[in-house]
């Protein structure tokens, strides 16, 4: 009997406009991540980075074009937004944080088991908070916390996982700790795209880049996308963006 072809889980981008207030954020974005690739998006302040995670996370409606997740469910990505955005007043502890990650397999009502308490024990040992299970969230210090949601994302076991400025504001040994962990999720052949701003760090870990202004300056290798020719093109455009723009027309479309 011959084994059935591997899932082609490529993400595709086919003409994507993303709008606010209908005027876009970005547009004509075309292109595609290739399954267990490693990829940057890179680009200047309001360059719609953040913008396309979240459209890929299916939390923006599209303008025009379609996202292809390649049979992908949204439940299949795991996703780490901005920690500006997370409010950490809500009294929870970092154990019942970490759970949250595990919430497809316990639900809102079922009792964690205790082989998924085990587990997020053994992921928060992995980023090195092993006994912080009973600390408040709102106790951490910024690295310590991104590591709280680093071992979060564990639990999930995504299959593609996006990061949105993982590494703001955060001590460079969580930094370093957090590529690793990384490097190890595309050495599992998961795909994974992160936000970043510092291109020292892209050159050095992440063999793919998206080089964003609004709209794919380049898109591939990291050293061509990153060429010195396309940072400034990437800034001149910035420099020229009309925040009064026309507003997009197109009906919203999103494809699963």
Known sequence: MTAAAPRDTTIRLSNVTIAYERHAA??????????????????????????????????????????????????????????AEIDRSFPLSVADTVLLGAWRETGPLRAVSAETADKARRALATVGLEGFERRRIGTLSAGQFQRVLFARLLMQDAKIILLDEPFTAIDSRTSQDLLELIHRWHEDHRTVIAVLHDFEQIKAHFPQTLLLAREVIAWGRTDVAMSGENLLRARAMAEHWDETSPLCDAEDKIVA
Do not use: C, W
């Open 26 to 83: 970005v547009h004509h974005l075309q292109g595609s991540f290739a399954p267990g690739s490693l990829t940057a998006i890179a680009g200047p302040n309001g360059a719609g980075k953040s913008t396309l995670l979240k459209a890929l996370m299916g939390e923006l409606p599209l303008a025009s074009g379609t996202i292809d997740r390649g049979g992908l469910a949204i439940s299949d990505f795991g996703y780490l937004p901005q920690a």
